[in-house]
């Protein structure tokens, strides 16, 4: 089955800086590769996904990139703000009649003013 | 105002009791989906299920049960067979097909077995 390994488990950064966080996933038939955010005590929620058919995806400061060769994705965040620090999870699955997405085990990222 | 709901938010159980997790939505989703969140291991799939009164185990289903008898309910049991359950449980439903996406999650609900 899929497995998807995330890198790293904390992140340090100050404001204003960017963060990159890596995922490798294992079945090379994944297609489908979302990214979730979860702040303290809060639910999980999308923040950008990325389909096996674009190299790169950008939402004002998010940008996730695809390596389908290498099989790994990567979560890119610029000029971070304190608001940006929660745990970052990415996920691997095959799109199409369901979503069993397979998580890594999450970024916790940390945004100093 | 639509959504998922989990109930209770917070549960404490003695050792060898089963408890019944309730995740409701409204969202008219077809999929519905139990994690366990545990610190440092992700989001782990206990159950889904993609249609009502069908359903199918995930990585970590032992100890588990759940039932979809409405679309708009997926309720899951703790088992006293489950071994370490004290956990952060999550719900999610996403709508099915091809073009289907995003998962929606409820606020979750903490299991402490005392």
């Known amino acids: 089955g899929e497995n998807v390994e995330q890198h790293p488990s904390t992140l340090s950064v100050q404001e204003g800086d960017s963060a990159v966080i890596k995922c490798t996933y294992s079945?090379?038939?994944?297609?489908?590769f979302p990214w979730y955010k979860q702040e303290l005590g809060k639910r999980p929620q999308l923040i950008i996904d990325?389909?096996?058919?674009?190299g790169e995806k950008k939402d004002q400061r998010i940008a996730v990139t695809l390596n389908k060769t290498a099989k790994h994705f990567s979560l890119h965040i610029t000029e971070t703000q304190p608001e940006d620090s929660a745990v970052y999870f990415c996920?691997?699955?095959?799109?199409?009649?369901?979503?069993?997405?397979?998580f890594g085990a999450g970024t916790r990222l940390a945004v100093h003013p | 105002d639509g959504g998922i709901t989990q109930s209770p938010k917070y549960l404490f159980r003695k050792e060898g009791q089963n408890v019944t997790l309730s995740c409701e939505q409204n969202?008219?989703?077809?999929?519905m989906y139990w994690y366990r969140q545990d610190p440092g291991q992700g989001l782990r799939l206990i159950y889904y299920?993609?249609?009502?009164?069908?359903?199918q185990k995930g990585d970590i289903a032992e100890g588990y049960s759940v039932s979809r008898e409405k679309k708009e309910s997926f309720p899951l049991t703790v088992t006293s067979a489950q071994k370490n359950p004290t956990a952060f449980y999550l719900c999610?439903?996403?709508?099915?097909?091809?073009?289907?996406?995003?998962?929606?999650f409820g606020e979750g609900s903490r299991l402490t077995v005392l």
């Open positions: 299920s993609q249609i009502v009164n069908d359903f």
């Open positions: 996920a691997a699955s095959l799109s199409g009649g369901y979503n069993k997405l397979i």
């Open positions: 969202l008219n989703h077809d999929a």
């Open positions: 999610a439903s996403s709508i099915q097909g091809a073009k289907s996406g995003e998962l929606f």
């Open positions: 990325i389909r096996s058919n674009v």
């Open positions: 079945d090379s038939a994944s297609n489908y």
